[in-house]
């Protein structure tokens, strides 16, 4: 933790305070949880800014983590949130720039994407997906794996190999349909405003996502 603009023991308050903020901000932790005070860092130490408000207290650089935390839309697993020009406030918190790093698990996400949407890890770093599309007047069961990215701030998941359950026919007529059907670009949830995913990638349980944010604000 970098330089604090309060005494000693105002500023260990702070930093929990802060702490709880950056948590709720994501999401209240689930059972198991285990979140971490934020460490001194031996970086060189920023200056503290001049124009603080009343009732504001600047805590420079914070950095918290969490072994998981839960919201309305779903988990977060393996969480680190690192804060830069952080200043807490009467309304909450005030960063100038969040970044979260974090493993989002593939039903987590096939539950945010909806649609009967199923995800799982392929071979080849690829993500597989299932789900029942209606083509040709049909409801039909496709799978299919395809590669990952962070686009515009989205998870975009673009197939590469498609299996359809049925005749050979059907394959050739409903393909170019089907692979709309499957391309996804999903938001990840239950993070703050502002985040944008930057990059992502597959593991065994699910994504391992990073998430950026300039001038974030949380309210309590």
């Known amino acids: 933790m970098k330089q604090f603009v309060l005494g000693a023991a105002t500023t260990l308050v702070a930093i929990v305070v802060a702490a709880l903020v ?70 909450g918190l005030r960063a100038t720039r969040l970044d979260i790093d974090a493993a989002l698990p593939f039903e987590t996400a096939a539950s945010q994407i909806g649609d009967g949407v199923e995800l799982y890890a392929a071979d080849d770093g690829l993500t597989g997906l ?42 050739s007529a409903a393909s170019a349909i089907v692979r709309q059907l499957v391309t996804i670009r999903h938001t990840v949830q239950g993070v703050p405003d502002g985040m ?18 300039n001038d974030v604000h949380i309210s309590r």
């Open 22 to 91: 950056l948590v709720w901000s994501v999401g209240s932790p689930g059972s198991g949880s285990d979140v971490r005070v934020p460490s001194a860092s031996p970086t060189a130490r920023p200056s503290a800014p001049t124009d603080l408000g009343k009732g504001e207290t600047w805590l420079g650089d914070v950095r918290l983590t969490s072994a998981q935390v839960v919201t309305g839309d779903g988990g977060l697993e393996d969480v680190t949130a690192v804060g830069t020009g952080i200043t807490l406030t009467e309304d």
């Open 130 to 171: 299932r789900r029942t599309v209606s083509a040709l007047g049909r409801d039909i069961q496709v799978r299919a794996t395809g590669r990952v990215r962070a686009e515009g701030g989205q998870l975009v998941i673009t197939p590469q190999t498609i299996d359809l359950d049925g005749p050979d026919w059907l394959d």
């Open 196 to 213: 944008a995913l930057t990059s992502v990638s597959v593991r065994p349980d699910g994504f391992q996502a990073h998430l950026r944010g």
